[in-house]
């Protein structure tokens, strides 16, 4: 049985003697074997985990798909009173991402929350959004169209006592479609996967007017047909109720 065993340089058995040895030892013998080797793999560091590759760094503007979204990160701000958004504490701030999302999947999609996260800002009272905003109208949105590239504002309330954030990392987080283990349905599951990853300075907006969430529609006047205007009035005459409150 010997006989057809090859032996390579330097006296180290072939695989051709490891393939017999398994071949004719009895059962007990090879599991024995077998257990040996692993325990030798394992003190080579054959047992080290490999570590996981980290989320790819983009810059501003770049897409970066998500599965069912893909989103452009373009710039991040702070600012204090944002009605009709409101703050748990009136000394606390927001911070929010302005991105364009375009929803890939089919399907609309109301895990708008589920987009983005952020890293490097300390003192956010939630992980995930408090609430976005569309914005060409601040209207509050809860949920995304296929195939319709939005520009949408993401809010985080942070703390008041918490440093103010000079710049902030803006992670996309990724979905994929597969069967769910219990439900056995077919859906976007969170896999805890980052698409990738956007670092932006943070331009401090406190200052600036707030652009409300929610704007009153303006009101059109039009005029009919063969009035003659009125004589605008002389500002001396003008009562004190019809001039500009400061």
Do not use: C
């Not at 010997?2 to 006296?11: D, H, M, Q």
């Not at 798909?65 to 701030?93: F, H, I, S, T, Y």
């Amino acid at each position: 049985m010997l006989a057809a065993v090859s032996v390579t340089g330097r006296g180290s058995l072939s695989r051709r003697l490891g393939r017999g040895l398994l071949d004719t030892a009895a059962p007990r013998l090879r599991m024995i074997i077998v257990v040996l080797a692993l325990g030798i793999s394992g003190l080579f560091g054959g047992w080290e985990t490999v570590p996981a590759a980290p989320e790819p760094q983009h810059t501003a503007g770049t897409a970066i798909g998500g599965g069912p979204w893909q989103v452009e990160v373009l710039e991040a701000k702070v600012a204090g009173d944002m009605p009709p958004l409101r703050r748990q504490d009136e000394n606390n701030r927001w911070v929010y991402v302005i991105a364009n999302v375009t929803i890939t999947a089919h399907e609309s999609i109301t895990l708008t929350k589920q987009i983005l996260r952020l890293s490097g800002v300390e003192g956010l009272l939630t992980e995930e959004p408090y609430d976005m905003a569309l914005d060409r109208d601040k209207r509050v949105i809860r949920r995304l169209h296929p195939n319709m590239t939005e520009k949408v504002v993401f809010f985080w309330e942070q703390d008041g006592d918490a440093p103010l954030p000079t710049s902030l990392t803006v992670l996309v987080q990724a979905r994929t479609y597969r069967e769910d283990s219990l439900s056995h349905e077919a859906k976007w599951m969170d896999d805890d996967e980052v698409a990738g990853r956007v670092t932006l300075p943070v331009i401090d907006n406190r200052a600036a007017a707030s652009p409300s969430a929610s704007p009153r529609p303006s009101a059109s006047v039009t005029a009919k047909p063969g009035a003659s205007p009125k004589p605008s009035r002389s500002p001396r005459s003008a009562s004190p109720s019809a001039r500009a409150t400061p």
